[in-house]
């Protein structure tokens, strides 16, 4: 285990997916993270940490469900988020874990084992949550998997359908610099949010969002925000908004694709050259087959952006060095796969695909590696081994598995079995966070019979699970942060010793698989250390094939960071198939850009066909109740998802104690409502409790809350403020099958009096050994 804080000559780091900080101890604690000498625009989200570090919801020792200790596993799954826990040592809590495993990989096979555990976990490349998880199970028969992620899952599975792969793409998004020498219209479908930013997967040294828009408002750059959002463009940019009804970006892009047509202002070259099946798109523009032309007056309707707005706004972009950005947001909403494939049919007519500063972004501070001008370096991770087991699920189909084991799903051309989930094992992650629909997931997760969860606090995870291991955070493990999103690679230094029994993942797996007869395999016989070493001179060799020189281990230990050098040249999306389409082919089946694709409209989805198109959201036609208001539930600007929830940052955004929720003052005049009340939201999924913002900064007829309170159940109601307890659970198609949580109708009322404040941020009812 990492208990020995190692002395080093310098400031101690770390690393965090909203930055690069120095810390402060004193006698043993964190007191402090300073913000990285090299940020010019730090995050505050890292000081969340210090109060709640070792404060009274961190978990200090193995706690297993008294309901399942005395019944064993199956019992009494309903009280899951409600239960006493007890506390029990690390080999007693080895030995119950050791033991349910055998019991259901022998009764029922690997494959009744889930562990998608879904999360971000937290940086560093060794001591990655999921990693250890997936290669730990993998050395004892495999586990059912999942696929894709809840911030763009439709995308992940439409666009290799028409671009020939998403990720590619996504990592050479057409850098800030470029677009600040080359770009004179900048639209963004969904904005620019600087907020979202903040963050980037694997650690980050600088952020660089806010910069980027700076220098491209200054170099002269007209920016247009598309969203129901005011605020997400920053003010500074000066941009023009246009503010949409939510769920219909793809109407709207429609509308502008026919008024490019209709006006003769696309680019018939670039379409014949670098795409493949514009016809039937175009024939479905004119209304061939429907008799319903797609036109600005018809997406007006529908959108609720004026058609002189809308044809306006193509000419504009037909005229100019155009540049679309679309937000990865506009992907979980019904029928989600639609946004990005019409984004991309748009950007095609225009014909600015390839060329610098313009053409096409996939969600520009979506993460702070977004336009980031950075080499993409294959660093090396922590071996996972082979998953014998071949079952999975999109990764937001977890209800959907639970409530129906041996039930047929489609996915992407195949038709496939759910299967009976026995055991859960989440590592890094908070189901409660990401999916949708808590109240529905709460009943079916109350099915599998034992539920294991790696956590360091007294989330609603933790509440909801029958065995927790206490795992350390990133401040008292020693690890390295290596990532391809960005240029600083850096030392994490541990800090103090773990608080209470808390161990690393490795170090619980580590345990377990000694108890199961595996050590050897897991570990290989290294060390943490010996392992960071083995993967940083791998990814040293990596690096070096790049002409990137990384230092070597002592030497970067003893600097703490090393910033690698930007590419000589600015990145340029889609820049080779540009310049040579025959050298450079697209991996699709005609080698181009698939504007309708042979063989999405072969698998004979009713609700995803060949092309481009508006298909209603269910929520829509659903709407028996007529809740008048969409919800946006967007990203908080306060701490990533729900990591931190508990803490300072995060509180310190409350509204008397509650989730703020923006709303619109002709909306809340007309309900009697007024900004700081508590107010009550909520449809036929359930309801939450929050504090109301009132501003005209937001569409009417939408309100917006936050994701990432702490999920408190109070029956179908949520007193913390989550809004997932009122999303929706349905797959955005049989294509993808993504999550679709901005297709979300409810209605607001004032809370009731005396609507009780949430008790999720004091530990539960835990009986330790006397």
Not at 546 to 552: A, F, H, Q, W
Not at 592 to 616: N, Q
């Amino acid at each position: 285990m990492d208990v020995i804080v190692k002395r080093i000559d310098r400031d101690r780091l770390t690393s965090t997916h909203w930055g690069t900080y120095r810390v402060q101890v004193d006698d043993g604690r964190v007191t402090g993270l300073q913000p990285f000498e090299q940020d010019s625009d730090p995050s505050p989200i890292g000081q969340g940490i210090v109060d709640v570090l070792d404060g009274p919801t961190r978990i200090t020792a193995p706690m297993v469900r008294k309901s399942w200790l005395e019944g064993g596993p199956g019992t009494a799954g309903h009280l899951r988020g409600g239960d006493s826990f007890v506390q029990v040592s690390w080999d007693e809590a080895d030995r119950l874990v050791a033991s349910e495993l055998k019991r259901v990989t022998e009764t029922h096979g690997n494959q009744a084992i889930y562990a998608g555990s879904y999360g971000w976990a937290s940086a560093g490349r060794f001591h990655h949550a999921q990693g250890q998880l997936k290669r730990f199970l993998n050395c004892i028969g495999g586990f059912t998997s999942s696929k894709n992620t809840y911030s763009f899952a439709a995308a992940e599975v439409v666009v290799p359908h028409v671009l020939g792969d998403f990720r590619g793409p996504l990592d050479s998004t057409t850098s800030w610099q470029s677009i600040a020498k080359h770009c004179e219209l900048f639209v963004a479908f969904g904005g620019v949010p600087l907020k979202n930013g903040q963050i980037s997967q694997g650690g980050l040294g600088a952020h660089v969002q806010k910069a980027g828009v700076t220098a491209a408002a200054e170099a002269g750059v007209q920016f247009v925000n598309i969203s129901p959002l005011k605020a997400d463009m920053a003010a500074f940019a000066q941009a023009q908004w246009i503010a949409p009804r939510p769920s219909t970006d793809t109407a709207l892009m429609l509308g502008l694709a026919y008024t490019l047509l209709e006006e003769n202002l696309h680019d018939k070259a670039f379409l014949a050259k670098y795409t493949a099946g514009f016809k039937p798109f175009a024939a479905y523009l004119c209304g061939d087959a429907d008799d319903i032309p797609k036109t600005a007056d018809w997406a007006a309707d529908i959108c609720a952006v004026p058609a002189d707005d809308i044809r306006k706004l193509a000419r504009r972009m037909a005229s100019q060095r155009t540049m679309l950005s679309v937000s990865w947001s506009l992907t979980r909403q019904d029928h989600g796969e639609q946004p990005f494939w019409a984004a991309i049919a748009l950007a095609s007519m225009l014909g600015q695909i390839g060329l610098p500063g313009t053409g096409l972004g996939f969600g520009y501070s979506a993460m702070n590696n977004i336009g980031l001008q950075r080499r993409n370096i294959d660093y090396a991770s922590l071996p996972q081994g082979r998953n014998p087991v071949p079952d999975f699920i999109p990764v937001a189909r977890v209800t959907d598995m639970l409530e129906n084991p041996g039930g047929r799903f489609d996915y992407d051309g195949q038709s496939l079995i759910y299967p009976d989930i026995r055991l859960v094992w989440w590592a890094g992650g908070n189901p409660f966070h990401h999916h949708q629909d808590l109240n529905r997931m709460r009943k079916a997760w109350a099915r599998p019979e034992t539920i294991i969860a790696n956590e360091w606090c007294w989330n609603s995870l933790a509440r909801h699970a029958d065995i927790v291991l206490p795992c350390t955070t990133p401040l008292e493990r020693s690890d390295i942060a290596l990532t391809p999103k960005d240029p600083f690679q850096v030392v994490m230094d541990q800090a103090i010793d773990p608080v209470g029994d808390a161990k690393s993942d490795h170090d619980i797996f580590r345990g377990i698989a000694s108890e199961m007869g595996v050590e050897a395999a897991f570990t290989e016989g290294r060390s943490p250390e010996e392992w960071q070493r083995r993967l940083y001179d791998i990814s040293r060799q990596s690096a070096a094939g790049e002409g990137v020189g990384l230092p070597d281990w002592d030497s970067f230990q003893r600097e703490g960071f090393f910033r690698v050098p930007a590419p000589e040249y600015d990145t340029i999306m889609l820049e080779d198939f540009r310049n040579d389409p025959g050298a450079h082919p697209l991996k699709t089946p005609s080698g181009k850009i698939e504007i309708f694709s042979e063989t999405i409209a072969g698998f004979g989805y009713d609700d995803c066909p060949g092309h481009p198109a508006w298909l209603e959201p269910f929520e829509w036609l659903g709407n028996t109740r007529a809740y008048a208001l969409h919800m946006i539930s967007n990203q908080p600007r306060d701490k990533l998802h729900s990591q931190l929830d508990h803490g300072a940052v995060s509180q310190s955004g409350r509204i008397a104690r509650r989730e703020p929720c923006l709303m619109h003052s002709a909306d809340a005049k007309s309900r009697g409502l007024t900004a700081g009340q508590v107010v009550r939201i909520f449809n036929d999924r359930g309801s939450c409790i929050a504090g109301l913002q009132i501003s005209d900064d937001i569409m009417p007829g939408v309100i917006q809350i936050a994701t990432g309170a702490w999920f408190d159940p109070d029956g179908e109601s949520c007193s913390n403020g989550n809004p997932n307890v009122l999303t929706p659970d349905k797959g955005t198609s049989r294509l993808a099958q993504g999550p679709i949580a901005h297709s979300c109708l409810v209605e607001i009322v004032a809370a009731p009096e005396g609507a009780g404040v949430s008790q999720i941020y004091s530990p539960p009812d835990v009986i330790r050994p006397s």
